[in-house]
């Protein structure tokens, strides 16, 4: 596969121009935009705050250069934890942090080289009625169904097999509120990456990451139909997930873990290695590794 990330990068001083916002702190260069508790595979990461929890884990992490932050949050920091970090001191900061995304996109000065350069094997199979968008790698022997869509900076391996009516790289559904309690849509830039030998049945979707990045998917895991995984989820290998499941966003299941049909897995929820769902469960917490759980909401029933 043929994958080219191009990040352009900005300074702090330009973001602060382009809110006209003031800047504490050094002019530092930054690479990503993302959430506070990421890691950044590209450099340096711009996040934010809206309660001092927050900020101060946002600071363990080495990743996090600048912040957009409440002033009250600002000011009960000491000089220690505010030592390599810049700051950008607003009323509403994660309303600031989409808006200066917003105005990424729009002026193609950090986003747009963001992508996979196309590249489709020979030996893959696609539907007629498939729709396959641009900036798209498919592997070799890989098979999609009648009717599926794969978007833009979609990175699928060898030997998949998607169902028919499937999406892979959807809009993730990400809604904030604005200054006026207004309820609107954050727009996506990331992809989907699908490893070697997956299979994904009819009617699944899987969204594409909300900032640089990808929604991942591991080798050899079989996802069935009726299926939603949601913007940056993490799926590791030999992993099954049922009929009728919900990954809202930003899970991560890990590697040889079992999810039975008609689960709903909450947000930034961890199941890790070896682990079993049961069906219809309701998992709002992490569970452990090598560990059985069940129900409504969902508790531990054994060690595996």
């Known amino acids: ?17 382009l809110l006209n916002v003031a800047l504490i702190g050094e002019d530092q260069i930054i690479n990503e935009l993302n959430f506070c508790t990421n890691k ?7 996040s934010y705050s809206t309660n001092i929890n927050f900020t ?3 600071l363990e992490n080495e990743s996090v250069k600048a912040m957009f932050v409440l002033e009250e949050d600002y000011n009960q920091l000491t000089e220690a934890e505010k030592e390599g970090t810049s700051f950008i001191v607003v009323d509403y900061p994660e309303t600031k942090f989409y808006t200066l995304h917003h105005i990424l ?3 193609n000065v950090f ?31 890989t098979v999609i169904g009648p009717y599926s869509v794969i978007r833009k900076n979609s990175i699928i391996g060898s030997n998949v097999v998607i169902g028919s009516h499937v999406e892979i790289g959807t809009e993730g559904f990400q809604v904030i509120y604005n200054e006026s309690h207004e309820p609107y849509l954050i727009r996506h830039v990331g ?3 699908i490893a070697d030998n997956v299979s994904i049945g009819t009617n699944s979707t899987i969204c594409n990451s909300l900032f640089v990045g990808h929604t991942k998917i591991g080798r050899n895991t079989k996802i069935d139909c009726h299926v939603h995984i949601s913007h940056n989820c993490e799926v590791g290998e030999n992993t099954i997930i049922v009929d009728g499941t919900i990954l809202l966003g930003t899970v991560k299941i890990k590697d040889n873990v079992w999810v039975g049909p008609n689960s709903v897995l909450m947000n930034k929820v961890i199941v890790e290695n070896n682990s079993f769902v049961g069906a219809s469960s309701f998992v709002g917490n992490n569970v452990n590794e090598n560990t059985k ?12």
């Open 40 to 46: 950044s595979e590209y450099g340096f990461i711009l």
């Open 293 to 304: 759980v069940f129900g409504v909401p969902a508790r531990k029933i054994q060690n595996l």
């Open 56 to 58: 101060r884990k946002a």
């Open 191 to 193: 992809g989907v990456a």
């Open 111 to 141: 986003y747009n080289n963001v992508s996979a350069q196309s590249k489709i094997s020979e030996t893959a199979k696609i539907h007629n009625t498939a729709i396959v968008e641009e900036n798209v790698v498919i592997g070799s022997n």
């Open 1 to 17: 596969m043929i994958i080219t990330m191009e990040y352009k990068k900005i300074s702090l001083s330009e973001v602060a121009v």
């Open 105 to 107: 996109i729009d002026s």
